[in-house]
C-alpha cells in the first residue's frame, strides 16, 4: 500500500487533496546545514502558478509554510514538512461530476480501486497536487546546488508547434522565462499561444512537449541493475497526471539509425564527442548532460460537451464547468525540473555509499 513517497535516501512524501484544506510535502533525508530560504520555496512554487490566458483562473497563492526540519535558514536533517493551504477551493464546481466519471480523467480507475473517490477536481489525481513535488523540488535544487548540477526545462511542443532545438541559431535561454509558454523562442511561442486561444473558444485543450537538461551530472550515477538512473527517471516523469511519452537523447529516432551513426565515444576521460544516448549508458550517468523530452496529453476538463456514463451505467451528457488549464505547458517545465531534481539528489546521496 502506499505510493504517495518517491526516493529512496532523499525521500519525498506529497499529501493534500485539489479542494481539500491544503497540501504539501515531508523531505526526509536532506543533509544537515544546508542554506535554505522561505523565499527560494516561494519561488519555485510561483514558477508553478497559473499564468495567461489559457491557464486556470483559479487563483492560489501557495504560500508555503515550514512547520519543520529548518532552523535559523539551515537544514536540521530531520524532516522537512512544507503547508500549502488552499485559499480559493470551489468544490461546488463539481458537484454534477459526483455520480458521473470524467472522459480522460481518473475517476474510474480510482473508484474501481478503492471503491470510493474526491470528486471535487479529482482530489489526489489533480493537478494540483503537484504543488507538493515543487516545494520539495525546490528543497533539492538547492542540495543539486552545492554539488554544481543545474537542471533548466522548457517547452519545445505546444498545440502542435516546435521551438528550434538547442543548436539552432534561434534558441534564446533567456526567453524561456519571458513568455507565458516558457518557449526559447517568441515568435513560436506567440503562433503556439494564439493557436491555444483559438482552442479555448471552442472550449477545447491542447497537448505540449517539455525538454529537460541537467548539467554537470557526475558519471556513475543510478543503481543498476533494476534502478537504472533512465528507469527511475522515467517513474519520476510517468508520476505526473497527462505524461504520455519519454525520450532519453535521440530516442525514437535512434531507432532509424545505425551503431556507427550514434555509438557515443569519448575523446579523453569523461570528455564525450556525442550525446546520443542522453547522458546515460548502461542505466549510469556518463558525465555528458543529461538530455530528455516529456510528452502531455491535452488537459481532458475541455468544456465541449462530451459523452460519458454516471454510476448507473446510463449515458449521459457532461459539461465539465470549473477552472482549468488549456494547455498545461508553462506550469508542467518547473514540475519536470522538480521531480528531475528528486532523482538526482536522490542518486548524489546514494552514490556517495556505493564506494570507499
Given at each position: 500500500m502506499g505510493g504517495n513517497s518517491f526516493g529512496d535516501l532523499f525521500k519525498v512524501t506529497t499529501f493534500g487533496e485539489s479542494h481539500g484544506p491544503g497540501l504539501g510535502c515531508v523531505v526526509d533525508g536532506c543533509p544537515a546545514g544546508l542554506n535554505l530560504s522561505l523565499d527560494e520555496i516561494k519561488r519555485e512554487l510561483a514558477r508553478r502558478?497559473?499564468?495567461?490566458?489559457?491557464?486556470?483562473?483559479?487563483?492560489?497563492?501557495?504560500?508555503?509554510e515550514i512547520l519543520s526540519g529548518v532552523y535559523e535558514g539551515k537544514t536540521l536533517g530531520s524532516p522537512i514538512a512544507i503547508l500549502i493551504r488552499n485559499r480559493d477551493s470551489q468544490p461546488g464546481d463539481y458537484d454534477?461530476?459526483?455520480?458521473?466519471?470524467?472522459?480522460?480523467?481518473a475517476d474510474w480507475p480510482w473508484e474501481a480501486k478503492y471503491g470510493f473517490r474526491d470528486h471535487r477536481g479529482g482530489g489526489r489525481s489533480s493537478a494540483r497536487e503537484t504543488v507538493g513535488r515543487v516545494a520539495a523540488g525546490?528543497?533539492?535544487?538547492?542540495?543539486?546546488?552545492?554539488?554544481?548540477?543545474?537542471?533548466?526545462?522548457?517547452?519545445?511542443?505546444?498545440?502542435?508547434?516546435?521551438?528550434?532545438?538547442e543548436s539552432d541559431a534561434a534558441f534564446d535561454w533567456n526567453e524561456i522565462e519571458n513568455n507565458p509558454?516558457?518557449?526559447?523562442?517568441?515568435t513560436i511561442a506567440e503562433k503556439a499561444m494564439k493557436k491555444i486561444e483559438d482552442l479555448k473558444a471552442l472550449?477545447?485543450?491542447?497537448?505540449?512537449?517539455?525538454?529537460?537538461?541537467?548539467?554537470?551530472?557526475?558519471?556513475?550515477?543510478?543503481?543498476?541493475?533494476?534502478?537504472?538512473?533512465?528507469?527511475?527517471?522515467?517513474?519520476?516523469?510517468?508520476?505526473?497526471?497527462?505524461?504520455?511519452?519519454?525520450?532519453?537523447?535521440?530516442?525514437f529516432a535512434a531507432a532509424k539509425g545505425t551503431g556507427s551513426e550514434l555509438n557515443d565515444a569519448m575523446s579523453s576521460p569523461g570528455?564525450?564527442?556525442?550525446?546520443?544516448?542522453?547522458?546515460?549508458?548502461?542505466?549510469?550517468?556518463?558525465?555528458?548532460?543529461?538530455?530528455?523530452?516529456?510528452a502531455f496529453k491535452p488537459v481532458p476538463s475541455i468544456s465541449k460537451p462530451q459523452e460519458t456514463i454516471n454510476r448507473?451505467?446510463?449515458?449521459?451528457?457532461?459539461?465539465?464547468?470549473?477552472?482549468?488549464d488549456i494547455c498545461v505547458a508553462p506550469r508542467a517545465v518547473p514540475v519536470v525540473e522538480a521531480m528531475c531534481a528528486l532523482v538526482l539528489a536522490d542518486f548524489v546521496l546514494l552514490q556517495r555509499a556505493a564506494k570507499s
Open positions: 502558478r497559473p499564468g495567461g490566458g489559457f491557464s486556470s483562473s483559479r487563483n492560489e497563492g501557495d504560500d508555503p454534477n461530476l459526483k455520480d458521473v466519471y470524467r472522459p480522460g480523467h525546490a528543497i533539492a535544487k538547492k542540495f543539486l546546488a552545492s554539488q554544481k548540477i543545474e537542471i533548466r526545462a522548457w517547452t519545445s511542443e505546444a498545440a502542435g508547434f516546435c521551438a528550434p532545438g509558454l516558457r518557449m526559447p523562442e517568441r472550449g477545447d485543450s491542447a497537448g505540449c512537449v517539455i525538454s529537460c537538461i541537467a548539467r554537470n551530472v557526475p558519471p556513475g550515477l543510478g543503481e543498476p541493475v533494476f534502478d537504472k538512473l533512465d528507469a527511475r527517471m522515467a517513474a519520476a516523469m510517468f508520476s505526473i497526471g497527462a505524461v504520455k511519452a519519454m525520450e532519453f537523447g535521440d530516442g570528455v564525450w564527442k556525442t550525446n546520443h544516448s542522453g547522458g546515460v549508458i548502461g542505466g549510469l550517468s556518463t558525465g555528458a548532460a543529461l538530455r530528455f523530452t516529456v448507473r451505467g446510463e449515458k449521459t451528457e457532461l459539461i465539465i464547468r470549473g477552472r482549468h
